[in-house]
């Protein structure tokens, strides 16, 4: 069993920045990949961006290329996105889930294994 608890995210204006956390208990940090999806109301739940084990390799959607950055310290047990330039369309609950399946992180939500419960973020224009 694994637990996530995301935190914060917040409300910022266009252009503003904002650094997620996620931090996990409950199994070794080190033994699973991790991913950050977001969702819209009305919208399904997408990809924003994952990272391997080891925080080696990491993958974004195109969306978020160049503006966000994900990482993780497994001596923390915490990974991170790092948000800059937000727009209105970020506008979003953002979650974190714990991939243990694959080497390569999943890009679709129903791969992942544990989810945390979201955080809000709200980007004003």
């Known amino acids: 069993q694994v637990q996530l608890v995301e935190s914060g995210g917040g409300l910022v204006q266009a252009g503003g920045s904002l650094r997620l956390s996620c931090a996990a208990s409950g199994r070794t940090f080190s033994s699973y990949a991790m991913g950050w999806f977001r969702q819209a109301p009305g919208k399904e739940r997408e990809f924003v961006a994952a990272i391997s084990r080891s925080g080696g390799r990491t993958y974004s959607a195109d969306s978020v290329k160049g503006r966000f950055t994900i990482s993780r310290d497994n001596a923390k047990n915490t990974v991170y996105l790092q948000m800059t330039n937000l727009k209105p369309e970020d506008t979003a609950v953002y979650y974190c889930?714990?991939?243990?399946?694959?080497?390569?992180?999943?890009?679709?939500?129903?791969?992942?294994?544990?989810w945390g419960q979201g955080t809000q973020v709200t980007v004003s224009s």
């Open positions: 889930g714990a991939d243990f399946q694959r080497t390569v992180p999943a890009k679709t939500p129903g791969e992942y294994d544990y």
